[in-house]
T-cell receptor, first 111, second 114 residues
């Protein structure tokens, strides 16, 4: 039930854009996105609920397509501070108190 | 502004030893979780709790036990440590509506088993 993230790694120059995808073989009730810098704890970015909504956090936004069972995280005009590993997390159903996390996408932004 | 606090931050054990990792949260959250993180594997759920006195198994529960005697604390125990349990352990908590409430993570415990 672990969601699948792609790509596994991305290398960018400052100012470039990136897209990270998260897909599931099962129905998605919501999608969580977290970022983890090296040696630190994961930090919450945003949650997307059913309805195909988009959310934003600074220059980071995301979309959720429940029919396609996938979510995408968009990083525009990347900054050095965006470097880290991005994880998506999905609950197995609408009631249970847990998330299954993807294996992560490592994003490196160079000056 | 403590949030989620994990102790200890580092520990080295010998195979067969036992230990307990402590997680404490001050946000009055109902849900608490223990994850392990290994290179390339993401965060895998070990056990979780939906309230005081309740626990449930996650994806990788073997070799671990947990207890939640108080709402603010969630303990993870290794009865007989094995080298395969070398990992970084994260505790997290969230309020009851898990579908649309974020998980707050502690800083992690780096555990090495020789």
């Amino acid at each position: 039930q672990q969601p699948v993230q792609s790509p596994q790694a991305v290398i960018l120059r400052e100012g470039e854009d990136a897209v990270i995808n998260c897909s599931s073989s099962k129905a998605l009730y919501s999608v969580h996105w977290y970022r983890q810098k090296h040696g630190e704890a994961p930090v919450f970015l945003m949650i997307l609920l059913k309805g195909g909504e988009q959310k934003g956090h600074d220059k980071i936004s995301a979309s959720f397509n429940e029919k396609k069972q996938q979510s995408s995280l968009y990083l525009t005009a990347s900054q050095l501070s965006y470097s880290g590993t991005y994880f998506c997390g999905t609950p197995p159903d609408s009631t249970l108190g847990r998330l299954y996390f993807g294996r992560g996408t490592q994003l490196t932004v160079w000056p | 502004n403590a949030g989620v606090t994990q102790t200890p931050k580092f520990r080295v054990l010998k195979t067969g030893q036992s230990m307990t990792l402590l997680c404490a949260q001050d946000m009055n959250h109902e849900y608490m979780y223990w994850y392990r993180q290994d290179p390339g594997m993401g965060l895998r759920l070990i056990h979780y709790s939906v309230g005081e006195g309740t626990t449930a198994k996650g994806e990788v529960p073997d070799g671990y036990n947990v207890s939640r005697l108080k709402k603010q604390n969630f303990l993870l125990g290794l009865e007989s440590a094995a080298p395969s349990q070398t990992s970084v352990y994260f505790c997290a908590s969230s309020s009851w509506a898990v579908g649309n409430q974020p998980q707050h993570f502690g800083d992690g415990t780096r555990l090495s088993i020789l």
